[in-house]
């Protein structure tokens, strides 16, 4: 799992709590920091899936490259 998944997900939920209170506070400008915050945490998170991804699919192509080597003339 990539480290941007990680810190996406803690600063999504960071953001959500914040959003949160802001709601019950009616602190419209604390509503607003934590929506921010969610949303720059979810894009990191799609960072690290992506990345994760990329990862994937190179790991892949190595696992198949491996297994399939010309064969020498004896």
Not at 26 to 31: A, K, M, P, S
Not at 48 to 64: E, F, L, M, P, Y
Request: net charge positive; no cysteine.
């Amino acid at each position: 799992m990539d480290k941007d998944r990680i810190k996406g997900k803690a600063q999504d939920i960071k953001g959500r709590a914040k959003r949160q209170v802001g709601e019950w506070t009616g602190d419209e400008e604390l509503q607003a920091e934590g929506t921010a915050e969610q949303a720059g945490g979810k894009v990191q998170n799609i960072a690290g899936k992506v990345k994760d991804a990329v990862r994937n699919v190179k790991d892949d192509i190595k696992r198949s490259t491996r297994g399939s080597k010309p064969k020498r003339a004896a």
